[in-house]
């Protein structure tokens, strides 16, 4: 049974910085891309960040490119998310999803098979 867990949300000031990370078990990752989305109340969920588990090519919404880095260690099937520069636009739910690569595209959320349960980060200004 695959699980996606989330950690590392939070309360920051605008201009601080976080860093999510999301936990990956049960199955194996190759040839899958995973990706961080991000959600508001009575918003569409919005593709923040992905990259590929095998080898590490990433994708970056323009809202946080520059700001975000998303990377991967693949021997602790571990996701993250560094977050710099963060403005309150950027308070969110925030989720870890796995999809395949084949066929997926990178900032659809229905293009991707696995969900954490998200962490809120919240940006005072």
């Known amino acids: 049974q695959v699980q996606l867990v989330e950690s590392g949300g939070g309360l920051v000031q605008a201009g601080g910085s976080l860093r999510l990370a999301c936990a990956a078990s049960?199955?194996?990752?190759?040839?899958?891309?995973m990706g961080w989305f991000r959600q508001t109340p009575g918003k569409e969920r919005e593709f923040v960040a992905a990259i590929s588990w095998s080898i590490g090519t990433t994708f970056y919404a323009d809202s946080v490119k520059g700001r975000f880095t998303i990377s991967r260690d693949n021997a602790k099937n571990m996701m993250y998310l560094q977050m710099n520069s963060l403005k309150p636009e950027d308070t969110a739910i925030y989720y870890c999803a796995a999809g395949p690569t084949r066929g997926l595209v990178v900032v659809a959320p229905k293009s991707y098979d696995y969900w954490g349960q998200g962490t809120q980060v919240t940006v005072s200004s």
């Open positions: 049960g199955r194996t990752f190759t040839n899958y891309r």
